[in-house]
T-cell receptor, first 110, second 115 residues
Framework: SQTIHQWPATLVQPVGSPLSLECTVE??????LYWYRQAAGRGLQLLFY??????ISSEVPQNLSASRPQDRQFILSSKKLLLSDSGFYLC?????????FGSGTRLTVV | AQSVTQLGSHVSVSEGALVLLRCNYS??????LFWYVQYPNQGLQLLLK??????LVKGINGFEAEFKKSETSFHLTKPSAHMSDAAEYFC?????????????FGKGTKLSVKP
């Protein structure tokens, strides 16, 4: 079965600093991968998805970017964080209509 | 385009009472539907999913949901609430086309269980 590993669990970063969140997948190959952001009272917003190495699609224009350097690795980045980037970030993987989520990263930008 | 509407951002029930969380969807193609549960500061855990087989779907922890095409609904129920059911619940529909089958979520319903 598919397992999503995400780290770190919590992160406090100053405004203007860079960001790198990593997600790795175990148990499947060539999964579709997704980054979601969850803000209080707003549900889950899809940020990026990837169907393969180097293939990234953005759902919402913003201060963030994503990369997929390896089949089972998905990275969320920012060059300069904004206060509005605070939130709970979730990585998910899809294989055979099964969707698995990581445990999330709580990002606070101060 | 596909969408999900969860009626009620907060639901409160007494321990032992029926839990009913409402979800309506919009989809131009036969949908795949999901219910997830989230405990504070944790990821999402799949409760159950509908993938065009039986319309009554049984999930984990005593939850079940019924797919009603005529009502475009997929409500989540549990006959008797337990304190450990207190969490946030998300209904989702599997999209298609340009978003490569990503999940489209409702805004969530927070369930409180009173002793």
């Amino acid at each position: 079965s598919q397992t999503i590993h995400q780290w770190p669990a919590t992160l406090v970063q100053p405004v203007g600093s860079p960001l790198s969140l990593e997600c790795t997948v175990e148990g499947t190959s060539n999964p579709n991968l997704y980054w979601y952001r969850q803000a209080a009272g707003r549900g889950l917003q899809l940020l990026f998805y990837s169907v393969g190495i180097g293939q990234i699609s953005s759902e919402v224009p913003q201060n963030l970017s994503a990369s997929r350097p390896q089949d089972r690795q998905f990275i969320l980045s920012s060059k300069k964080l904004l206060l509005s980037d605070s939130g709970f970030y979730l990585c998910a993987g899809r294989a055979n209509y099964g969707y698995t989520f990581g445990s999330g990263t709580r990002l606070t930008v101060v | 385009a596909q969408s999900v509407t969860q009626l009620g951002s907060h639901v409160s029930v007494s321990e032992g009472a029926l839990v009913l969380l409402r979800c309506n969807y919009s989809s131009s193609v036969p949908p795949y539907l999901f219910w997830y549960v989230q405990y504070p500061n944790q990821g999402l855990q799949l409760l159950l999913k509908y993938t065009s087989a039986a319309t009554l779907v049984k999930g984990i922890n005593g939850f079940e949901a019924e797919f009603k095409k005529s009502e475009t609904s997929f409500h989540l129920t549990k006959p008797s609430a337990h304190m450990s059911d207190a969490a946030e619940y998300f209904c989702a529909v599997s999209g298609g086309g340009g978003s490569q089958g990503n999940l489209i979520f409702g805004k969530g319903t927070k369930l409180s269980v009173k002793p």
